[in-house]
């Protein structure tokens, strides 16, 4: 598969807005479930938003309501327009596909790492107070 490759991070104070893009070029047009996670230091990597094969769309309590996932295919592009960051925010932000080319789960409780079998290298996100 061609790999996935984030970028867009970078530092900003809270309440800013930051966007991650994620080149998915080799999951355009398919229904592969796509998705963002994170980790932080010293803590578990953290689903928060998913795309379905459908285009359903789902987010973490975490983020609801202040991150926002796309895929524009004709980019080949998944993005995260994340608004209102706060300092707990900051970690390591990965793009992800499902192991599975038919994936139509948007649940959150199919969000979790072991569902997802490519990762882009991330991209670090540090938010100051």
């Known amino acids: 598969q061609v790999p996935l490759v984030e970028s867009g991070g970078g530092s900003v104070q809270s309440g800013g807005s930051l966007r991650l893009s994620c080149t998915i070029s080799?999951?355009?047009?398919?229904?592969?479930?796509l998705a963002w996670f994170r980790q932080a230091p010293g803590k578990e990597r953290e689903g928060i938003a998913i795309?379905?094969?459908?285009?359903?769309?789902n987010y973490a309590d975490s983020v609801k309501g202040r991150f926002t996932i796309s895929q524009d295919n004709a980019k080949a592009a998944l993005d995260l327009q994340m608004n209102n960051l706060k300092p707990e925010d900051t970690a390591m932000y990965y793009c992800?596909?499902?192991?599975?080319?038919?994936?139509?789960?948007?649940?959150?409780?199919?969000?979790?790492?072991?569902?997802?079998?490519?990762w882009g290298q991330g991209t670090q996100v540090t938010v100051s107070s």
């Open positions: 080799a999951y355009t047009y398919s229904t592969y479930c």
């Open positions: 992800a596909a499902s192991g599975y080319s038919a994936c139509y789960s948007s649940s959150i409780s199919y969000l979790r790492p072991q569902n997802f079998a490519y």
């Open positions: 795309i379905s094969g459908m285009g359903n769309k």
